[in-house]
């Protein structure tokens, strides 16, 4: 636990203090008052307000676009489902970047709803919602749909043999087993939602703004420290919550239920009701998800491949360098963090397998999850703030970026990992180790080939969410060096068609970066039941 310990108390904890420190403390005396002046203010109570009801908005939504998604891939089997699976997860391991500019190509000025109908959505509540199911849309199909997979039909069977109607007997026997994983998939969309920058950046424009976009304008445009501190603590203590109730869902999820293997759960579709469902799922999927990533690759071929040719060249204004250069520079930052992410979360994961870990070890679990929903704008301020003075001076080091995007995909790691590792039988370490194997000769030949599979998903899970991560990168990322996402936010902040063509250019290869990643993670998954 040493080295994770340290890694996030040095590049998670310490850049959060010194924001906070900074913003709330002057000449040696702290000024808690200013939250109270902060929260007092009508604009940022309206910040407050909507970030919490577009999270609420978005959770329902999501909820109900998906479990129809989620009973399809747990109880139906139909051609194509491995597939259609990856299809549907694509969304969720884009950048955010990317996802706001899919929509702003669908709904925004001259997209496709501009096109046909002069239906102009980018200004509206309404495209950060759709933009929110759009990404989280896996999370409660892979979520609810993984667990529902292992139930076991025959209970739902014996309360119809008993007398039940089908909707009694779901109601009664399907939906309080879905309980735990239903919650967790709604907290989990919250949190996403919750903490929202690169989505409500680019549709909310000046009339929308959640905590986090908040966070990023305070800090970068008006440079109000104290603010941006009040609304970094806010954010933390509403993601605690969050955290904490799902930790205590996951832990009713896996202790409470009787679960079969999957692959034996799943049936050719009977009936009229089932083949009707299917066939609204594919056409939700067709149209929620398929369409918005459809309409960005359209986009950035209008006039030919004039917008992929425009990004060889440097014009000296919003580059220093040519915008391809951030594809290469992307692809070197996410292996660099990936290697970070897969130490730092495979530590980790193997001290909290352990079933004599003690309850500090075992708590230290929640805390790993808190990247995924502190602010990234806060961190990534933070770094240029608290890593400025030898021996940690790393302001000018390239190594700054992957630290970073290693902090979000350390979790990841974490996730992938702990299940395969707790599921390895001690008897066979305990054999070798009286077989007279050093405790590093067990990892290597007891833990090592069960794990390694899960340890390449990670990994790949890590590089995917590395090359996508936007608000820390966005203060730390060098103008010689941008990232992708990075640079599609520079081209997007630019008028003019050019600047606009090449974002969506840009924006295509980041998703096809991705989806490559998540189809190669898909034929190296080996557990079908549907959890990330």
Excluded at 263 to 281: H, I, K, M, Y
Aim: aromatic fraction near 10%; charge should be positive; include cysteine.
């Amino acid at each position: 636990m040493l080295v994770p310990v340290a890694f996030f108390a040095v590049f998670f904890a310490w850049p959060v203090a010194a924001i906070v420190t900074r913003g709330l403390k002057a000449d040696g005396v702290w000024r808690f008052g200013r939250i109270a002046d902060v929260l007092g203010q009508s604009d940022i109570r309206h910040v407050l307000w909507f970030t919490t009801w577009q999270a609420l908005a978005s959770t329902a939504l999501t909820l109900l676009a998906a479990l129809p998604a989620a009973y399809v891939f747990a109880r139906l089997d139909f051609p194509g489902k491995q597939v259609l699976r990856a299809v549907v997860t694509v969304p969720f391991v884009l950048p955010t970047v990317v996802v706001g500019t899919a929509f702003l190509a669908l709904v925004g000025r001259g997209g496709l709803l501009d096109e046909l109908w002069g239906v102009r959505l980018d200004t509206t509540v309404w495209a950060i919602l759709l933009a929110h199911v759009f990404f989280n849309y896996a999370v409660v199909v892979r979520t609810v749909g993984g667990l529902w997979a292992q139930l076991d039909p025959r209970q739902e069977e014996a309360a119809r043999m008993l007398g039940a109607s089908p909707a009694a007997a779901w109601r009664k026997v399907t939906l309080p087993a879905l309980a735990p994983a239903v919650a967790a998939a709604a907290l989990m969309v919250f949190l996403f939602t919750f903490t929202s920058f690169g989505v409500v950046q680019i549709l909310g424009g000046p009339t929308f703004s959640t905590l986090e976009v908040e966070i990023y304008r305070q800090t970068s445009e008006i440079f109000d420290l104290s603010t941006a501190a009040v609304l970094t603590i806010v954010q933390f203590a509403a993601v605690g919550a969050v955290l904490a109730v799902h930790a205590w869902t996951v832990r009713r999820r896996e202790s409470a239920l009787r679960l079969v293997d999957p692959s034996v759960t799943a049936r050719r579709p009977r009936g009229a009701g089932q083949w009707a469902l299917l066939g609204g799922v594919l056409a939700t999927i067709a149209v929620l998800l398929v369409l918005p990533l459809a309409v960005l690759v359209r986009r950035s071929l209008d006039g030919g491949f004039g917008y992929y040719r425009a990004l060889g060249d440097a014009d000296g204004g919003t580059f220093l360098v040519a915008p391809i250069e951030s594809v290469v520079n992307s692809l070197e930052y996410a292996v660099a963090a990936t290697a970070i992410a897969v130490v730092i979360g495979g530590l980790a994961a193997a001290a909290l397998a352990r079933r004599d870990a003690g309850r500090l070890v075992r708590g230290f679990d929640a805390l790993l999850m808190l990247p995924l929903g502190v602010s990234a704008v806060t961190v990534g301020f933070g770094f240029l703030i608290a890593l400025d003075k030898p021996p940690l001076d790393l302001r000018q080091s390239w190594i700054l970026v992957p630290l970073a995007q290693a902090l979000v995909g350390v979790p990841f790691v974490v996730r992938t990992m702990l299940p395969v590792l707790r599921a390895v039988d001690e008897r066979l370490r305990e054999a070798a180790a009286v077989l007279g194997a050093a405790p590093w000769r067990v990892w290597r030949e007891v833990d090592l080939p069960m794990v390694r599979r899960a340890l390449l998903i990670a990994a790949g899970f890590a590089f995917a969410v590395s090359l996508g991560e936007f608000g820390a990168t966005v203060f730390i990322a060098r103008p010689d060096n941008p990232t992708l996402p990075v640079a599609v936010a520079r081209l997007l902040s630019r008028p003019g068609d050019l600047n606009y063509g090449q974002a969506m250019a840009l924006s295509t290869i980041l998703m096809v970066v991705c989806a490559v990643a998540l189809l190669v993670l898909e034929r190296l998954r080996t557990d079908r039941t549907g959890e990330f």
